[in-house]
Antibody, heavy 121, light 107 residues
């Protein structure tokens, strides 16, 4: 069974940093691209970014709203995905989901349960 | 960026109704479109990919159609567990973008 479990959320002050983790199981993590998607309270879904697999040099893509502040990385040996968030703003407050990218079609076929990040003074 | 516009933003329907949600892309995306269902306080769930392919395990009352810029999600006979918010997503180009969502409520 595919499982994605996020952790690391919490309360942080504006300008602060936070690192989210996503632990994967039930599939060959190293084969897959992985995404982060966020959802502000009461709002819709916003794509944050993507990491490709080793075969594609672990290259990354980001939404303009987070580029230069957020960094996506992965450790295939630990079957883990990470989101390093710096220079946090109040508008980054959201539930952050990790999601597996379905090969060939590029939709997001499995999602974690999410972790809440609150940016507030 | 490709903008995804869903309509309506909300609708009320009864159990057994046929429900159609539309999604329009600001430029052509071929069939690079997915639909997701999200229930309150839950993670989104994949329903449809490649515009019309049903994700494994999803009931056959869900169907998708369209290509280019105009797409639809149809629920042929609405069930109690289908009351949720539905999102379309394009993955033709970066950044990946979602529609604003359609909330399906009980009439």
């Amino acid at each position: 069974e595919v499982q994605l479990v996020e952790s690391g959320g919490g309360l942080v002050q504006p300008g602060g940093s936070l690192r989210l983790s996503c632990a994967a199981s039930g599939f060959t993590f190293s084969d897959h691209y992985m995404d982060w998607v966020r959802q502000a309270p009461g709002k819709g879904l916003e794509w944050v970014g993507r990491t490709r697999n080793k075969a594609n040099s672990y290259t990354t893509e980001y939404a303009a709203s987070v580029k230069g502040r957020f960094t996506i990385s992965r450790d295939d040996s630990k079957k883990s995905l990470y989101l390093e968030m710096n220079s946090l703003k109040t508008e980054d407050t959201a539930v952050y989901y990790c999601a597996r990218v379905y090969p060939l079609n590029w939709n997001l076929d499995y999602w974690g349960q999410g972790t809440l990040v609150t940016v507030s003074s | 960026d490709i903008q995804m516009t869903q309509s309506p933003s909300s609708l009320s329907a009864s159990v057994g109704d046929r429900v159609t949600i539309t999604c329009r892309a600001s430029q052509g995306i071929s069939s690079s479109l997915a639909w997701y269902q999200q229930k309150p306080e839950k993670a989104p769930k994949s329903l449809i990919y490649a515009a019309s392919s049903l994700q494994s395990g999803v009931p056959s009352r869900f169907s998708g159609s369209g290509s280019g810029t105009d797409f639809t999600l149809t629920i042929s006979s609405l069930q109690p567990e289908d009351f949720a918010t539905y999102y379309c997503q394009q993955y033709k180009s970066y950044p990946v973008t979602f529609g604003g969502g359609t909330k399906v409520e009980i009439k």
